[in-house]
Every structure is written in C-alpha cells, then in structure tokens.
C-alpha cells in the first residue's frame, strides 16, 4: 500500500534552516508528482511546494519562493524540502503528499496520498 513519511521537523530559531525528508513505497514514485503542503494551528492547511515527476518543474506559492527548494531522489524515492531563513509563520505541521499529474498550482484536490506530517517549529 502507499506509504508517505515524513521526517527532519523540529524547532528552530528564526533566519534558521531545516530538510524535511518524505519516504515514499508501496508505488512507482518516479512517475508521481508529489508536493509539501502545511497546517498551522487554527488555519487552512495550504500548499508550499510542487515537482514533477522527473523533478525539472517545480512551482512554490508566494511566501516560501526564494527560501525554500523542493527536490526529489527518485532512485531513493524520498522527496525533499530544503527551508532556509525561517520564520515564525513557517511554524505548521508539514506534509507531503502525491499526485498523478503536475501543473503549475497547489490545489488539494489534485493530490491523492498524504503522510502523518513532521512539526516545524521557529521561534523568534
């Protein structure tokens, strides 16, 4: 069956940096889209970032362009979120999730499969 992990949450202070790492098995994750999205307390959750299968397109939403990078290792099928200079409003239980195609966007709809999510902590 399709299994998602996340792993690499934790706190940090703000201008810090975290990886977050998402295991994926149990389907060909090479030829998945996959994505981050996050939930802060009391909010919607909300996209972040999106790739491509072949991991050449990516697309981010407004408030993490230039800070954080979206990668994948399709030979290790893990999905990366690299995120630098954080902010206290990057503070949200991070997810990753798949989706069967890729187009410039973050809608929820277009994703299938979801992991439990890793906290992300910053503080000021």
């Known amino acids: 069956q399709v299994q998602l992990v996340e792993s690499g949450g934790g706190s940090v202070q703000a201008g810090g940096s975290l990886r977050l790492s998402c295991a994926a098995s149990?389907?060909?994750?090479?030829?998945?889209?996959m994505g981050w999205f996050r939930q802060a307390p009391g909010k919607e959750r909300e996209g972040v970032a999106r790739?491509?299968?072949?991991?050449?397109?990516?697309y981010y939403a407004d408030s993490v362009k230039g800070r954080f990078t979206i990668s994948r290792d399709n030979a290790r099928n893990t999905l990366y979120l690299q995120m630098n200079s954080l902010r206290p409003e990057d503070t949200a239980m991070y997810y990753c999730?798949?989706?069967?195609?890729?187009?410039?966007?973050?809608?929820?709809?277009?994703?299938?499969?979801w992991g439990p999510g890793t906290q992300v902590s910053v503080s000021s």
């Open positions: 149990g389907f060909t994750f090479s030829i998945y889209s």
């Open positions: 790739i491509n299968a072949a991991g050449g397109r990516t």
């Open positions: 999730a798949t989706s069967s195609w890729y187009r410039s966007g973050l809608a929820e709809g277009d994703f299938g499969y």
